[in-house]
Antibody, heavy 121, light 107 residues
Framework: QVHLVQSGAEVKKPGASVKVSCKASGYTFTGYYLHWVRQAPGQGLEWMGRITPNSGGTNYAQQFQDRLTMTGGTSISTAYMELSSLKSDDTAVYYC??????????????WGQGTLVTVST | DIQMAQSPSSLSAAVGDRVTITCRASQNIYTYLNWYQHKPGKAPKLLIYGASTLQSGVPSRFSGSGSGTDFTLTISSLQPEDFATYYCQQSYSTLPTFGLGTRLEIK
């Protein structure tokens, strides 16, 4: 059974960085892209980026290009999302999600439980 | 980036009602369109992928249609557990994008 388990809630000051982990189990970690999506309070879902665990290749949404880093620890089936230069509007719940493709159509079929990151002085 | 416009942004309906949510892409995305349900405090849940294929375990009252730029999600007979926010998402582009969401509330 597929599970994605994320690290716990974080409180950070503006300008700091946060690193959230996502541990996968129940499937071959290197075989599937892993995405990160966030939801700020009162806002919708926002796609941030994805990583190919096998190669470490990444794609990031333009608005995060200069301060987002995604990595994957293949030996421990864990993906990491690090966001730097935090601002108050980075306060959000951050989700990891597995991408699954059927006949070329790709979707996010399993999600982590979410990690609340609060940015506050 | 491909923009996804959802309507309405919110909707009030009663148990048993038939509900339709629409999603329009800013360019042709063929059938690379997915729908998710999101409840407060929970992870989003995949409902439909490829515009019309029901994800395993999702009740058959949910259906999706459309291709190109215009898509719909229909719930044939609302159940109490369906009150949530619904998002469309395009997976045509290397950079996926979500719609802004449709909040479905109890009338």
């Amino acid at each position: 059974q597929v599970h994605l388990v994320q690290s716990g809630a974080e409180v950070k000051k503006p300008g700091a960085s946060v690193k959230v982990s996502c541990k996968a189990s129940g499937y071959t970690f290197t075989g599937y892209y892993l995405h990160w999506v966030r939801q700020a309070p009162g806002q919708g879902l926002e796609w941030m980026g994805r990583i190919t665990p096998n190669s470490g290749g990444t794609n990031y949404a333009q608005q995060f290009q200069d301060r987002l880093t995604m990595t994957g620890g293949t030996s421990i089936s864990t993906a990491y999302m690090e966001l730097s230069s935090l601002k108050s509007d980075d306060t959000a719940v951050y989700y990891c999600a597995r991408e699954f493709c059927t006949n070329g159509v790709c979707h996010l079929d399993y999600w982590g439980q979410g990690t609340l990151v609060t940015v506050s002085t | 980036d491909i923009q996804m416009a959802q309507s309405p942004s919110s909707l009030s309906a009663a148990v048993g009602d038939r509900v339709t949510i629409t999603c329009r892409a800013s360019q042709n995305i063929y059938t690379y369109l997915n729908w998710y349900q999101h409840k407060p405090g929970k992870a989003p849940k995949l409902l439909i992928y490829g515009a019309s294929t029901l994800q395993s375990g999702v009740p058959s009252r949910f259906s999706g249609s459309g291709s190109g730029t215009d898509f719909t999600l229909t719930i044939s007979s609302l159940q109490p557990e369906d009150f949530a926010t619904y998002y469309c998402q395009q997976s045509y582009s290397t950079l996926p994008t979500f719609g802004l969401g449709t909040r479905l509330e109890i009338k």
